[in-house]
């Protein structure tokens, strides 16, 4: 071993004689005598360094890694960083958690009572309001009363804002009807059950009381189903809704459309075979179904076309229905059932001329009410309804006068499509309908928000565009707007907005298509790069970090030496 | 000959714009032509109206309910799409059926006119209507973006009847997509559209596997409004499939498609050479063996008719001479048209199912050549042949050569040449060169280019439009010529399967109609179309990037750490630096693991 190290050393010594300094070439030169003097002694110590080189080299190390950290990190962040505009998170979710808004419908009920002296009637509207408030037990579904004075009386019913006007009439005996037409209920009352200002309860004023209670119950009800699906905290939420109640409400509000300001109805003919090939669809429309489309038109507009198809042949073949086969009788591979391209939800109306019948289920007997329902026709939950028509079979041209009845099962098939509560009269329907529906949209976008701000903390590397906290904003201020004026026609147009605003916000396109861009690959881009630069740069400093410490060390002992001399 | 085609034409023509006021709201017919080399071309033709106020109601019968609300949501006044396959063989097979209206270049080609005050909201119109038609045909239409979207300015008129009023706000918008394989997915969108479906009538023959195994064919849906003069105005759609089967394949029975060489005796000689015998065979002629059935060829009988079809227009037709018998199914009646060279066949409502036969002719076995001829119509010369192709080498630079040739002998043929080339093909205009083949160059007087409309390509953005006027002489071939220069994509650019090449779409040529009058109110006498072609151009290694990667860090690191090194290492002598030799490696190895080892040894032990 000792042999060899000479030659060694002669020939390394010899290759880096040319870059070194004077004194290494000197030591060179010394070495073989010193392998020869010591053999077992290890090495010969290197000159001491100068200061003004240590120096140097210290500069040189922090000013590369000056460089590195004041400019390359800096550079390195701002390219690869992703541009997430800023979202009120928090405020976010109080929308969702329903801590930003306490949804409130407060309801006028005017009171007209002409034949009453004003001191009577105010007394009266008094104590009816103490029995409301005795009945109610949910706060945010709340009757207030008003009187309505008199002269009003030739007015319209409804212009001022009153959700239901109530016409106290003398009459025999205490009985109410409410108006098919108008939002108008009307109670008769015997003269002697006019309270007295000094009682303080009334027969009537309990009568009237839960007549109102009972007219609205369905919309309570409905209501109080909706916040309770939300996370509405439990302190607004109303108690006593039965589970079977909550059911039927549940399959109610499934089998209804989302929100939509426009709906497109797609009246189709199907046969199973070559006849009949034209209908009068749009006679038939106007007669049957197009007072009904009017009188919705405040709520949503519709377009309509219409289609004949023929040699479709139905999803199952055979002779009776039973009620599972309805599942499955729509034909959609064949069927062209394509939705509207306009970008309005399509509900779609088949009349399928054919020999099959529907087998009402044993157990089930057709209700009174929809048995030709049950018979007919069914409804398909969020989609349309299909009615079976059985003609003879050579006709060739189906008249206005046969689709009557299909198109009135349509009509009353579409108004539960789009959300109508099942009791009172037709304006009060619609005007619940209203009520219904901005609570919806309200709660809708109110989780759109929250589901938004929700996936902006679960992903940390989504980068989040300028328009989507431009969205959320508007979004925010409609459904606050929204709130404020809940109940009304500008409550729903707010929360109509506030709902577009945050489906806008929610599928942004630059966010749907997130970058996916693994981590491997980053690897593979980064390792080259960093690591034959980095691995120089990271011994250097710790060279001379174990350099600096050493040369501490060694002027401790020295300073600590002088002192003992 | 001609003459008696458009004779045929004229009487459909005839037939369809007499005014009716309730039957002919849809027809469909089916015509079979024999062609020469063991062809036979079948043209399936469906026509359906609807009147223009029904249409604005939405409400639709025979005209499909989703094609009429993606034309109504896009605002198209006329519309024209086609989804083609193969290569019409002009040479021998003659003019193409319908003087070529009704035919697009290999892939998928869509031409429309909409409604839209500015270029911008044609543009987005345009947009959506390829968008929802991508849809509804399961077709790639949605590719049709800019660069390949170009607007027409000579090659195409509306073929409806359009009110002056509503021209003035009309664009032309043309897109095609060469690359699509038309196949069946989009076959069945079609017959989807047809008021009887698959289900009955001449469309029950329909089948993807025949349709799409045809050496050409090509399916087209046109719409258009039409005035017939003092009726009301309809919107009328046409859907056509033409197709030309090779009668051999066809009729290979589908549970057994492998070609195997027929057997000795099955074999069609020609017995008329003389080294004809027991082990050499001369092949006879195709012409001579044209023998099939419906069920043969399209593997299903028809079955019965469309109740809603115009019980005006037969439905089915046969162009073969009249000396040929035809067997066909009792319940359907033989009518033989006046020209001698075209039957149709009435088929009674309640016949369940048709076949028909055409046998081998008998007279052909004994009296051979002389008669054989007789046996298939004639095709047509067309007006024109085409054939384009690349010529030059290497990856950078290239050229396009179309010859044209004019086989009438005494008139003179007009067209327009239309080429859309994708930006990546950047071509020199002034190369762009006719010659009469034999000529040195083209005379002063009547030069063969007449007019040129030549609109650049923007990279990335648009696509070269060049439509050049043409005027060949009778009897004549000529040569047209540019060159052009490849350019490079990005790394991004390129399709997964970069290295086959880029289909460059179909050239257009429309000849002009000489004296558009009443009898043939058409703009083009005849279309054609080119074959599409295949540039290839330098495709990069898609591992560059990494490569690249990899050597740029390498050579930096390379750099970087020589020259930290020398400005931080300090040099000393060899015997002086720390030792480093293998031993001593291995000896400071075992002071630190060593204990580690003997423990283990000791436990081992």
């Given amino acids: 071993m000792s042999a060899r190290r000479p030659l060694d050393t002669g020939a390394l010594g010899g290759a880096s004689s040319s870059k070194n300094t004077t004194d290494a070439v000197i030591s060179d030169n010394a070495a073989p005598c010193a392998v020869a003097d010591e053999p077992s002694s290890a090495r010969k110590q290197p000159p001491p360094e100068k200061a003004s080189d240590v120096r140097r080299r210290t500069y040189v190390i922090v000013s590369f890694w000056l460089i590195v950290l004041l400019l390359g990190l800096p550079i390195w962040w701002r390219t690869t960083t992703i541009h997430r505009a800023n979202l009120p998170l928090d405020e976010m979710l109080d929308w969702a958690d329903g801590k930003a808004c306490r949804p409130v419908f407060p309801l006028r009920i005017s009171i007209r009572a002409n034949s009453l002296q004003e001191q009577e009637a105010q007394n009266l509207l008094r104590l009816t309001q103490h029995a409301l408030d005795d009945l109610n037990d949910f706060s945010g579904h709340h009757l207030r009363l008003q009187l309505s004075p008199p002269a009003a009386e030739e007015t319209h019913n409804g212009d001022d804002g009153a959700a239901l006007t109530i016409r106290l009439i003398p009459g025999e005996s205490t009985t109410s009807t409410l108006d098919p037409y108008a939002p108008v209920l009307d109670i008769t009352y015997p003269p002697n059950s006019i309270p007295s200002p000094t009682s303080s309860s009334s027969s009537l004023a309990t009568y009237v009381a839960g007549q109102l209670r009972s007219t609205f119950a369905e919309e309570q009800a409905i209501i109080s189903f909706l916040l309770s699906n939300n996370s509405i905290p439990s302190e607004h939420r109303p108690q006593g809704l039965t589970p079977e109640a909550a059911e039927s409400l549940s399959k109610r509000t499934t089998r209804s459309l989302k929100y939509a300001p426009t709906y497109h109805l797609t009246f189709s003919l199907f046969t199973s075979g070559p006849l009949p090939s034209s209908w009068d669809i749009e006679a038939a429309i106007d007669e049957f179904m197009k007072p009904v489309l009017n009188v919705l038109t405040p709520i949503h507009n519709f377009t309509i076309d219409t289609q004949v198809q023929l040699y479709a042949s139905p999803g199952v073949q055979s002779q009776i229905l039973s009620k599972e086969d309805l599942s499955s009788f729509i034909n959609a591979a064949e069927w062209p059932l394509s939705p509207s391209i306009g970008g309005a939800p399509t509900i779609n109306f088949i009349v399928f001329v054919g020999n099959q019948t529907i087998l009402a289920a044993p157990r089930e007997p057709p209700k009174t009410e929809d048995g030709l329902s049950t018979s007919q026709s069914w409804l398909v939950p969020q989609w349309g309804t299909v009615y079976l028509l059985s003609l003879p079979s050579d006709t060739t041209h189906v008249s206005a006068a046969t689709l009557r009845q299909p198109l009135l099962t349509f009509t009353s098939h579409l108004l539960s499509l789009t959300g109508t509560p099942q009791s009172g009269s037709l304006p009060l329907r619609l005007s619940t309908l209203a009520r219904i529906r901005s609570a919806d949209l309200l709660l809708r976008a109110s989780s759109t928000l929250g589901s938004l701000a929700r996936l902006a903390l679960a992903l940390p590397s989504i980068s989040i565009p300028g328009s989507v906290a431009d969205g959320v904003s508007k979004t925010m201020t409609h459904l606050r707007l929204a709130c404020e004026t809940l109940g009304g026609p500008e409550g729903l147009a707010h929360a109509r907005i506030a709902e577009a605003e945050a489906e806008r916000a929610f599928f942004e396109k630059s966010m749907v298509g997130q970058l996916y861009f693994p981590d491997e690959h980053k690897l593979a881009v980064y390792l080259p790069l960093l690591g034959p630069v980095g691995v120089p740069l990271l011994m250097g400093l710790l060279n001379e970090i174990k350099a600096w410490r050493k040369r501490r060390r060694e002027r401790a002992e020295r300073g600590a030496e002088k002192k003992k001399e | ?605």
């Fill in chain 2, 1 to 605: 000959m001609r003459q008696l085609l458009s004779l045929l034409l004229l009487s459909l023509v005839a037939l369809f714009f007499a005014p009716r006021a309730s039957a002919a709201d849809y027809h469909e017919q089916l015509v079979l032509r024999p062609l020469p080399l063991s062809a036979l071309l079948a043209s399936f033709n469906f026509r359906s109206n609807t009147t223009l106020s029904a249409f604005e109601a939405h409400n639709f019968r025979f005209f499909p309910r989703s094609l009429g609300q993606i034309l109504q949501h896009a605002g198209t006044r006329e519309l024209h799409l086609r989804f083609s396959l193969g290569r019409w063989d002009a040479e021998s097979w003659g003019a193409r059926p319908w003087d070529g209206a009704r035919e697009g270049g290999t892939g998928v080609e869509l031409w429309a006119w909409l409604e839209a005050d500015t270029d911008e909201e044609a543009d987005r119109k345009w947009r959506t209507l390829t968008n929802a038609l991508s849809g509804l045909f399961c077709a790639s239409l949605n590719f049709i973006d800019g660069t390949r979207t170009t607007r027409p300015v000579m090659s195409f008129q509306p073929e409806g009847n359009h009110p002056n009023s509503a021209m003035t706000n009309v664009h032309l918008l043309y897109g095609v997509l060469p690359h699509e394989v038309v196949c069946t997915e989009n076959l069945t969108p079609f017959l989807k559209l047809l008021p009887c479906k698959g289900k009955a009538g001449i469309a029950t023959l329909l089948d993807g596997h025949k349709l799409f195994d045809a050496s050409w064919q090509s399916m087209a849906i046109d719409v258009r409004p039409v005035c017939p003069p003092g009726g009301e105005c309809v919107l009328e759609m046409e859907q056509t499939i033409d197709m030309v089967l090779d009668i051999e394949r066809s009729k290979r029975p589908r549970g057994n498609p492998i070609p195997r060489p027929p057997p000795a005796h099955e074999l069609k000689c020609d017995t008329a050479k003389p080294y004809h015998s027991g082990d050499t065979c001369f092949p006879a002629d195709y012409n001579a063996n044209q023998d099939w059935s419906l069920s043969q060829i399209f593997g299903k009988t028809m079955k019965g008719t469309c109740p809603l079809t115009d019980p005006n227009v037969p439905p089915v037709c046969l162009q073969v001479p009249n000396s040929r018998g035809v067997y066909i199914t009792e319940g359907a009646t033989e009518k033989k048209n006046l020209d001698l060279v075209s039957r149709c066949y009435e088929i009674a409502p309640d016949t369940p199912e048709f076949e028909m036969v055409l046998p081998r002719p008998e007279s052909s076995e004994e009296s051979g050549q002389a008669v054989a001829v007789q046996e298939v119509v004639k095709p047509e010369t067309p007006l024109l042949y085409a054939e384009r192709s690349f010529t030059g080498h290497g990856q950078e630079h290239g050229g396009v050569q179309t010859i044209l040739r004019n086989p009438s002998p005494d008139t003179k043929v007009e067209f327009i040449y239309m080429e859309t080339l994708p930006w990546f093909m950047r071509i020199y205009l002034h190369t762009i060169e006719a010659r009469i083949e034999g000529q040195a160059g083209s005379s002063k007087q009547d030069p063969l280019i007449q007019e040129v409309y030549y609109r650049p390509a923007v990279d990335r953005a648009r696509g070269t439009q060049l439509e050049v006027r043409m005027r060949i002489p009778p009897a004549s071939t000529v040569f047209l010529t540019y060159d052009f220069e490849k350019s490079i994509l990005r790394y991004t650019e390129y399709p997964p399967d970069a290295n086959r090449g880029f289909d460059v779409a179909a050239a257009v040529i429309t000849i002009l109609n000489p004296n558009p009058n009443a009898t043939s109110p058409r703009f083009a006498a005849y279309n054609l179309r080119t074959t599409s072609l295949l540039c290839s151009l330098p495709t990069p290694d898609f591992s560059m990037p990494y490569n690249v990667i990899i050597f740029t860090s390498t050579a930096i690191a390379l750099a970087f750490g020589g020259m930290f090194n020398i400005i931080v290492r300090r040099f000393v002598a060899a015997d002086e630096g720390p030792e480093m030799t293998l031993t001593a490696i291995k000896e400071r190895l075992r002071k630190r693991f060593g204990g580690l080892l003997q423990k283990y040894r000791g436990k081992g032990g």
